[in-house]
């Protein structure tokens, strides 16, 4: 049904400017204004790493739906370079800053959608605005970069934050025949990943020449005398650099829904309910910009990804037009590329898990070929599984690998979102080539893994308590591998051998049976089990030990 409903909506780009199309196709006849204050709208944020690189060689490439076409196939009244200053609610109006003229002006509205985005971090530390520190946002940010390089034959660049946006940076730095020293105060990269998942991205970046310094905070900036930069961190070391990418997350824009009253959640994004209404029932709010519910811990969080922001556009959209549109909630699901890895997850970390005091979970390891072995080009991926005990229900994954990673975690994701769980997984039909995956795909494979586990086919131990346990260690691997290298104080009892030497096992004491993925120790365990002895595994085996180093 037409009407003469009149909507603004502040932020042009991914929560704002899919709730605008959404709202045109819904209401022909409401008058819809967009405003960003920047000089585009619908420009792919998620590409300016790879303009950076020179991999989009074309800024034009980046614009995704100009002004222009806005109007023509959306007749929606698109102004750039206006920025929403202050909200009247009582009077349902905004106030408008022309960038181009300096002027304000009011604009009256009946509905108001607020995509404000978030900004980068920057923390007040000496010399933070010295000349060569640049976060990355916009279009003219990357721009400057660029620029910035290619003026100062830049050769040498810190990225402070090793996350995606830092590592994406990095890796285009490097492509840019830049030096790249990642700092973060953490010990590993990719914060949202488990530790030990991190490993083979470290191990990654190192190959790729990329010096790591971690676990050590940044305290500030100078100038040198050759017109560069010191970075110094807390531990005492002083980085040299032409260039610095600060990307140690963002925060979202709230300054203008706070001032106006609106509700602001304890992690300082704006308090939405499922329709993405906030605490006006005029206003609605979406993207990096708001507070949403993890569907996992049922916590509010602050998720910025793109996927989020657009469907919540959606949902405000639809809200607004009086459909009855509910946004389920966040997972994480997010997948990032460095030097050829793919690195990605969805759901929550045991280490979010262990924050928010969930103790009935299980994890499992596995190192799957991508696809079928005998293809050419097969490639180890290593997954960690993460379910509720005993109900199997699926709470996180977490992949990396060098093929097929994405589409494991994405039929994952699709798991999760419908609460399905580990026996879901084993038995869910996935389409199979030798080239694109196996007659047990790498998801089966993990449901299989983790249903074993619940149903106490293969008993599993945690890695965490090895150092302390009394468990004897059964290497079942062959003779050569175990001599190349073993766990301290393992026996090594070939799978082969294993029946015929039996009563060479304590029946008192508990055995703690690994090989190189999992897969033999399996068996062996099986074996064990059946003949009446405690048994389990080590998830994942010796590679899963060795930081997935296959
Ligand atoms: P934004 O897209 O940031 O848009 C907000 C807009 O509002 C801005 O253009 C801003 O100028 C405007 N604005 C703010 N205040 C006002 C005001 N008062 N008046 C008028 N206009 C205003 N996510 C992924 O899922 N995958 C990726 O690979 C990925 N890569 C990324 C790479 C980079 C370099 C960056 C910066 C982000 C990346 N993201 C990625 C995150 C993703 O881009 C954001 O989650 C998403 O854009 C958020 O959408 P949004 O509409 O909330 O905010």
């Known amino acids: 049904m037409e009407t003469n409903r009149k909507v603004i909506i502040v932020g042009g780009v991914a929560g704002g400017a899919s709730c605008a199309a959404r709202l045109r196709r819904l209401d022909e006849g409401a008058a819809i204004v967009l405003l960003e204050r920047g000089p585009y709208v619908s420009f792919a944020n998620c590409g300016l790493p790879y303009y950076v690189g020179g991999v989009i060689p074309d800024e034009d490439d980046l614009l995704m739906v100009s002004p222009d076409l806005f109007r023509r196939r959306f007749n929606i ?18 106030v408008v800053r022309d960038g181009a003229t300096g002027g304000e002006y009011r604009e009256g509205y009946d509905a108001l959608v607020l995509a404000p985005g978030a900004a980068p971090l920057r923390p007040p530390l000496p010399g933070i605005d010295l000349p060569g520190i640049f976060s990355l946002r916009t279009i003219p940010d990357s721009r400057e970069i660029r620029e910035w390089i290619a003026a100062r034959r830049a050769r040498k660049a810190v990225v402070v934050g090793g996350s995606y946006i830092g590592l994406e940076m990095t890796e285009n730095l490097v492509r840019r ?13 990719m914060a949202p990943l488990d530790g030990e998942m991190a490993e083979p991205v470290m191990r990654c970046l190192e190959e790729n020449r990329v010096d790591l310094h971690l676990g050590d905070g940044v305290t500030g900036f100078e100038a040198d005398a050759r017109g560069g930069l010191v970075v110094r961190t807390a531990g005492g070391a002083s980085l040299t650099a032409d260039i610095v990418i600060l990307a140690i997350g963002v925060k979202p824009e ?19 309910d499922e329709s993405m209404r906030t605490s006006d029932p005029a206003i609605w709010a979406v993207g990096d910009a708001v507070e949403v519910r993890h569907a996992v811990t049922g916590r509010w969080c602050l998720m ?38 793919t690195v990605a997850m969805t759901g929550a970390s045991e280490k979010v898990l262990k924050q928010h005091g969930v103790r009935d979970y299980e994890v499992v390891y596995l190192h799957p070929y991508q696809h079928a072995s005998y293809y050419p080009g097969a490639k180890r991926m290593h997954i960690k599984l993460i379910f509720s005990r005993p109900e ?13 990673v994405d589409k494991r975690i994405d039929v994952i994701a699709m798991a999760l979102q419908k609460n399905g769980t580990v026996f879901d997984l084993e038995e869910c039909e996935l389409c199979y080539a030798p080239q694109f995956g196996s007659a047990k795909d790498p998801v089966n494979l993990a449901g299989m893994v983790a249903a074993n586990v619940l149903r106490g086919d293969m008993p599993a ?12 260690l059964i290497d079942v691997r062959e003779p050569f591998e175990f001599a190349a290298d073993h766990l301290d104080g393992a026996v090594n009892i070939p799978l082969g051998d294993l029946r015929d030497r039996l009563a060479e096992l304590p029946r008192d004491r508990e055995l703690l049976v690994y090989c190189a993925i999992g897969e033999r120790s399996y068996t062996a365990v099986r074996i064990l089990v059946q003949h009446g002895f405690r048994a389990g595994t080590l998830s994942g085996g010796y590679v899963t030990y060795c930081g997935f180093n296959p």
Request: net charge positive.
């Open 77 to 94: 009244d698109v102004r750039v370079l206006h920025e929403a200053t202050a909200i009247d609610r009582r009077r349902r109006e905004l």
């Open 177 to 189: 025949g830049l030096a790249v020293t990642v700092v973060d105060v953490l010990p590993q990269v």
């Open 254 to 272: 709230v300054a203008l829904a706070r001032a106006a009253g609106l509700e602001i959640g304890e992690l300082g994004g704006i308090r939405v």
């Open 304 to 341: 910025p990804l793109a996927g989020p922001a657009n469907r919540q556009g959606r949902v405000a959209a639809d809200a607004i037009c009086g459909r009855n549109a509910r946004f389920r909630g966040v997972q994480g699901t997010a997948v990032c590329g460095i030097f050829g890895m």
């Open 392 to 404: 199997g229900r699926i709470l996180g994954a977490q992949a990396t690998g060098e093929g097929g």
């Open 461 to 472: 131990a945690g890695w965490s308590g090895l150092a302390s346990t009394d468990a004897l």
